[in-house]
């Protein structure tokens, strides 16, 4: 059961980061002058028992983190960029993989492992 969860919230997850890298592509298209999006990788693609999940999370954190920060700035007017459709599936995919983000780590706070890929609680 408890690997079910995990594996929903990871497909979850990794559908964002689709629709985000599709998003991504169409605002760096529409900015030429601006910093283009951060990437965000998918990951646990397969979620085997050789995957190293516990490896691979704390940077999809950073990712996740970096393309908030990037929605943030141009939010503010640090990073000039047009706000269209794709800015809106931008925001939009960006906001979804940090709760996706979120529930995956909070499902590791009520397993009692602190963070996943550690860190402690």
């Known amino acids: 059961m408890i690997r079910i969860r995990l594996r929903l919230l990871l497909t979850s997850f990794n559908k964002s980061a689709m629709d985000y890298a599709l998003a991504r592509l169409e605002v760096a298209l529409a900015n030429p002058h601006a910093p283009a999006p951060p990437l965000v990788d998918r990951v646990g693609v397969q979620l085997r028992q050789d995957d190293d999940f516990d490896a ?3 940077g ?3 990712q996740v983190s970096a ?3 990037y929605v943030a700035d141009a939010n503010r007017g640090k990073i000039a960029v047009e706000r269209d459709l794709a800015w809106a599936r931008l925001s939009r995919t960006v906001k979804m993989m940090r709760q ?3 529930s995956i780590e909070c499902f590791a706070h009520e397993r009692g492992e602190g963070r996943i890929g550690g ?3």
């Open 56 to 58: 691979r999370w704390p």
């Open 60 to 62: 999809a954190l950073a």
């Open 67 to 69: 393309a908030s920060a």
């Open 100 to 102: 996706f983000a979120d």
């Open 119 to 121: 860190g402690g609680a």
